[in-house]
């Protein structure tokens, strides 16, 4: 186990951009998880779980409490048959690695998310007409309180547009079984390719987002809205609605997390002005109001 004080997040999060965290604990077991989660309730501390920080930001003004982080024990992703056991510190790219090795379909849509397994099964990721709750079997997590190990069956996770009942129950999964089929190793291979070269010509890769910044409105797509309200390019300080790709917001360079969310309010105010439609973020806005 690793204390850290006073931690700029902007090393841990895809954005690069936020605030300081009071404290962060990385762990490299389900004991140590669950005797920092014992801690926390016990003097009741606020928390966050934090994987690849590829969905979260920290507001400018910090975070008075813990981000816990799972160390690389949590990174192991292991073959039974046709399931594939991940830790949930692994990163989707090195799970994506571990089902084509063994000839596995099913988590092609998945293999160029970026960030953990972990935080996938938090929101219940998805992409090119795939979601995590195609193919999750079980999640083993420990109680919020650190009082308990458990598995739960997928149809107990409350799986559903960008939402896991972990949201609520703030209990921290540490294990994720993925249930997958044998496929044909070259037709694996090459749909990730696809899916690959269509996410590099279609998505400001090369810049820090947090991925897709908003929820997709039933009947609407988010992108669209934003580029057809004139918002393509738009830029508050160092953010800017990417000029590839509108339903990102990137960080140009030395953009603050304060420039990220007034760009984000920027672009919701008028989409609702234009259109009548509500956004909201898909990310994680994490800080204390100061």
């Known amino acids: 186990m690793e204390r850290l004080q006073n931690v700029d997040m902007r090393e841990f999060t895809s954005f690069k951009a936020g605030g300081k965290a009071r404290e962060m604990v990385i762990l490299e077991s389900v004991e140590e998880l669950a005797e920092v989660l014992q801690e926390i309730h016990r003097l009741q501390k606020k928390y966050i779980v934090l994987g690849n920080g590829s969905n979260t930001l920290i507001k400018d003004s910090g975070f008075d409490g813990v981000v816990v982080k799972l160390g690389e024990a949590f990174n192991r992703v292991t073959v039974e048959g046709d399931r594939l ?16 090795a063994a000839d596995l379909t099913g988590f092609e849509f998945a293999s160029g998310i970026p960030g953990s397994i972990g935080g996938a099964i938090f929101m219940n990721a998805g992409a090119y007409g795939g979601e995590m709750k195609d193919i999750v079997e079980s999640v083993r ?44 190793h070259d037709e694996i291979a090459a749909q990730m390719a696809d899916l690959t070269r269509r996410r590099n010509e279609k998505q400001p890769v090369q810049y820090p987002s947090a991925g897709s910044f908003f929820k997709r409105p039933e009947g609407y797509f988010a992108g669209k809205l934003i580029q057809d309200a004139g918002l393509k390019g738009t830029s508050v300080g160092g953010a800017q609605v990417s000029e590839l790709h509108s339903g990102f917001i990137i960080n140009r360079g030395g953009a603050t997390a304060t420039d990220i969310i007034d760009l984000m309010h920027l672009v919701q105010n008028t989409v609702y002005d234009k259109f009548g439609v509500r956004l909201e973020p898909e990310v994680r806005i994490i800080g204390d109001e100061r």
Request: overall charge positive.
């Open 85 to 100: 056991i991940c830790g949930t510190g692994a990163l989707m790219s090195v799970v994506a690695k571990a089902a084509l």
């Open 141 to 184: 997590l420990v109680r919020n309180d650190g009082s308990k190990v458990e598995s739960i069956k997928a149809a107990d996770m409350e799986l559903a547009y960008r939402h896991s009942v972990l949201e609520e129950t703030r209990d921290v999964a540490v294990t994720v079984t993925l249930k997958l089929k044998k496929g044909n």
